[in-house]
């Protein structure tokens, strides 16, 4: 048995819609079945998300206050006022800023942009900047990607005279800023359309009301942003990502040849994967550990030059990045294995001296998909006081509402449900630590703390072509709320397997069904060759892509994970080198059983767990799930009651012998009888002596020999003194089954018959018939 560390939820769609749809959009079973899977239950529904057009964009003037914000800044313009663009150092802010800055300077305005840096100013407006504005004569200022928490910043702004304008999307708090104008998707509640734009995607609204006519060259910055900062990917922001694609694809600007080098990614084949992985992490990683202006200078960049230089920076910040990250990441791990007090807690609380605040949210989210459960990561500041750091959450548990129950001790904080930052004392972290544990205690089930992985379709064989997976490509762009597809090849045989890679760590298979054959490769997977046994079916969930070698397409399955409900038996029969098959097992899960103590005394040195002696039925009441029998049972009773009432997952078997009589057999009667009158015609026997010669003449084994005198004595057949063999006159007549070494040889060759040389199907057909009991 091998289980999955998530729960699978597999979506089983109608049939019967799944046939409609089919026929009346003409799409593939795969392809149909993903839409029903997604909601798509009807045609219009299914044409409504494939056709991503403009009837998803929305008049930017339906947007509360935009009249208002559009008139102001209008009259910055004629009368020739200082502006600025107040970003965030995220890549939404960082996109937002840029499409503020594109459209104003393109209307001739008198603008410049901040971005506070991440570790002096901290998260969205800060006073001293503000007050820095305003001695450089700024007469509005515009906030992109933040502003709906600033509410001491911008009251001191206004009480210096300036105005401000605020576009965000963040979650507004129950008092709003007092802002000359606030342009946000949810505030108030219900007049915008679409409610869950991006940063980007408000900056856009604004700069397409201010053009007069939808800004086209701004469409690569809003995918960008969109993406990047995780919002569902559905409705408006649908459309902004797939025209942003489609402008990526083609765009003459400078900085995206030139991030497209630097990520080794192709521009015709940007996709949201490019973004997500590739564009979106180094945009992010400049403000995480710094400054973020460049980011904003390297997406205003007007040569290739100018890009060249800033890329290189977005690069090495980028690598800064990943290696610090993996470093904290190890230390918050320990932290939490070390700790029982935060291991058991409901939500985790890692917080530690010299951490990097701009990188521990990515922190969180990696603890999060290790422990899974809420986890906040705080960098502390001694000299300050402070604790700041970033917060991931799990379905459930609603991080921005869980928070806000702490304003108390939590001053400064802001976010989303599954997203947050916040800066509070140091005094107050336990504090908060004791309140979300019991706050997540109250409304976490056990059932929502096991990880879950959602698998739109389970699909066989004859379903997958290379047509119908680039259809399926066609069904995106895919994110946030419409995530990729996952598929599901359910209970399939394995017709081959081995290890790939320098490090033999990634796996190569063949998957097999009624319908066909699939390659399937495992990346980071290849321990599984020491799991999967290939008698037993097998579900594997993962992607299906296409793979394209010398000009020849065929389909490919990209293994995510794996699970058998079988149980599995590995066969290790006849292996010599113990330290070799030894080296296979999962030692730290398996238990050792022996049932002669002789083979513990043999294996004692070379395995180095305990092992099990099993000599009767409450010896082995303490096993788990996954067992290595090391030798022949003495009582074979006992190894069949063992299997009936424990039902394990796992089963190695060893089967070790220091003396296997399965080839020499069971002598016949004939040998019996013939060597009984050979010692009946000689007063004494020299058995020593001669049993090689008479082994030479009869054609037994010199240990047969051995075991038929044995049994003649055993019967009183004959007496042995002297190592002189004689015949008995006249003894009582006995069969030979009567004799402790005929029956014990008897039992041991069934024994090695059933178990030790039985094809593997016999022995696993031999297994199966005593666990179903």
């Known amino acids: 048995m091998i289980e ?57 003037f339906a947007m509360h206050g935009m009249e208002q914000a559009v008139a102001r800044i209008n009259q910055a313009l004629e009368e020739g006022e200082k502006i600025v663009v107040y970003g965030d150092y995220d890549s939404d802010g960082i996109t937002s800023t840029t499409v503020m800055l594109n459209v104003l300077l393109d209307l001739g305005a008198d603008v410049d942009f901040m971005i506070p840096n991440r570790f002096t100013h901290g998260y969205g407006p800060h006073e001293e900047l503000f007050r820095q504005a305003y001695e450089n004569g700024v007469k509005l ?83 960008i942003g969109t993406i990047a ?63 973020a202006m460049p980011g904003v200078q390297f997406l205003m960049s007007e040569t290739k030059q100018q890009a060249d230089t800033l890329v290189k920076l977005l690069n090495q910040k980028n690598d800064e990045r990943k290696e610090i990250v993996n470093t904290i ?13 935060i291991k058991n807690s409901l939500v985790l ?147 081959s397997m081995r290890r790939i890679g320098t490090q033999e760590n990634h796996l190569k298979m063949e998957l097999e069904d009624a319908y066909g054959k699939v390659d399937a490769i495992g990346f980071s997977k290849g321990y599984l060759f020491n799991e999967i046994s290939y008698d037993v079916q097998v579900s594997f969930v993962g992607d299906l892509q296409i793979n394209e070698w010398q000009g020849i397409k065929k389909p490919q399955f990209m293994i995510e994970d794996v699970q058998t409900e079988e149980w599995q038996l590995y066969d290790y029969r006849g292996k010599s080198q113990a330290a070799n098959w030894l080296s296979k097992l999962p030692v730290e899960h398996v238990d050792f059983v022996a049932f002669q103590q002789q083979t513990i005394n043999q294996y004692e040195g070379v395995i180095q767990h305990a092992i099990h002696l099993i000599e009767n039925e409450t010896a082995y009441q303490q096993l788990g799930p996954y067992i290595v029998i090391l030798d022949l049972p003495v009582n074979v009773e006992l190894l069949e009651n063992m299997l009936k009432e424990k039902q394990f997952k796992r089963i190695y078997v060893h089967f070790y012998t220091s ?55 055993e019967l009183g057949f004959v007496k042995i003194e002297d190592g002189l063999t004689t015949v008995v006159e006249n003894a009582p007549k006995q069969a030979l089954e009567e004799a402790p070494s005929y029956k014990m040889r008897s039992v041991q060759l069934q024994l090695e018959q059933k178990l030790l040389y039985a094809t593997y199907t016999e022995l696993k057909n031999w297994f199966n018939e005593r666990m179903k009991g």
Request: net charge negative.
């Open 659 to 713: 003396n296997s009589q399965y080839f020499n057999g069971m002598p016949t009667r004939q040998h019996f009888s013939w060597y009984y009158a050979f010692l009946k015609k000689r007063p004494t026997f020299n058995l020593k002596a001669h049993i090689e010669q008479l082994s030479q003449h009869i054609g037994l084994n010199i240990d047969v020999i051995k075991f038929m005198t044995k049994v003649f004595f």
């Open 141 to 223: 200022i515009i906030t992109v990607d933040n502003g709906i928490s600033g509410i001491e910043p911008i009251r001191v702004a206004k009480e210096l005279g300036m105005d401000v304008i605020v576009t965000d999307h963040h979650e507004a708090g129950e008092v709003l800023p007092p802002a000359d104008v606030i342009l946000h998707p949810r505030v108030p509640e219900g007049h915008y359309p679409f409610g869950e734009l991006a940063g980007v995607g408000v900056a856009f609204k604004l700069a397409h009301a201010l053009y007069g006519e939808v800004p086209d060259h701004l469409f690569e910055l809003v995918a």
């Open 349 to 495: 609380v890692i917080a530690k001296e010299g951490w990097n605040a701009g990188v521990v949210g990515i922190v969180a989210s990696r603890l999060v998909g290790k422990y899974y459960k809420p986890t906040i990561v705080l960098s502390l500041d001694q000299e300050k006081g402070t604790a700041k750091g970033s917060a991931r959450s799990i379905e459930g548990f609603h991080l921005y509402d869980e928070l806000a129950k702490n304003r108390d001790i939590l001053p400064h904080f802001g976010g989303h449900p599954m997203a947050a930052g916040m800066t509070l004392p140091l005094e107050h972290v336990d504090e908060l630590c004791t309140r979300l544990h019991q706050q997540a205690t109250a409304v976490l089930t056990e059932e929502q703390l096991v990880p879950k992985l959602y698998i739109d379709v389970p699909v066989d064989l004859s379903e997958v072509s290379i047509e119908a997976i680039e259809e399926v490509r066609k069904l995106g762009p895919f994110g946030t709320e419409f995530a990729k597809p996952v598929f599901a090849l359910e209970k399939m045989n394995v017709a």
């Open 229 to 291: 900062d995780l919002v569902p990917l559905k409705g408006e922001n649908r459309y902004f990502v797939k025209r942003g694609i489609e402008a990526l694809q083609t765009s003459q600007s400078p900085w995206v040849k030139v991030i497209c080098e630097a990520s080794g990614v192709k521009q015709k084949e940007i996709n949201e994967e490019s973004i997500g992985f590739y564009f979106g992490p180094r945009l992010n990683a400049i403000g995480r550990l710094g400054d």
């Open 329 to 341: 990441t190890e230390e918050a791990m320990a932290m939490i294995e070390c700790d029982e007090a």
């Open 4 to 60: 999955s560390a998530k729960k699978w939820i597999v979506q089983r769609p109608d049939s019967h819609v799944v046939q409609q749809l089919q026929k009346k959009l003409g799409i593939s079973a795969i392809a149909a079945k993903i839409l029903v899977a997604r909601g798509c239950t009807s045609e219009e529904q299914a044409v409504s998300l494939l056709q991503t057009d403009e009837r998803h964009f929305h008049d930017p």
